[in-house]
């Protein structure tokens, strides 16, 4: 049974809540990647943003970038996935939230996160496939 924590990126960069948006877009370009883990003073796991996030929420609204917060993008409880959760886990809670990537929780903690290419490796053509359908959809 492949679990979360097999298939994961670990080690997570999370941005925090009261850094600005201009700070986050530049640690994904120097990460180079399309979405940061948004965490609060506590460490605790807010929400996530996406770079689509930035462009139409905030560069697409008129908004400043440089003064505009992570922490005000945090939409609610943010979708998770446990550490030793299995595929099948994953799948439906991609599939049933139609996201792209999961933060992966051990405890409270945030150890890292499966995104779809990280399942496109992993996982068999037929099961990626499925996703790929009930995300698109």
Request: with cysteine; charged share 25%.
């Amino acid at each position: 049974m492949t679990t979360a924590r097999e298939i994961m990126t670990p080690d997570a960069t999370c941005i925090g809540a009261d850094d600005s948006i201009l700070d986050a877009a530049k640690k994904m370009a120097s990460l180079g990647v399309g979405a940061l883990p948004i965490c609060g003073s506590d460490q605790r796991l807010k929400g996530m943003l996406t770079d689509r996030d930035i462009v139409v929420k905030v560069l697409g609204a008129g908004k400043d970038p440089a003064t505009c917060l992570a922490g005000e993008f945090a939409q609610g409880e943010a979708v998770t996935i446990g550490a030793d959760d299995d595929a099948a886990e994953i799948l439906r809670t991609m599939s049933e939230h139609k996201v792209r990537r999961l933060p992966v929780i051990d405890g409270h903690t945030l150890v890292g996160v499966v995104a779809q290419a990280d399942v496109a490796r992993a996982l068999p053509d037929a099961q990626v496939g499925e996703l790929l359908e009930a995300l698109s959809s």
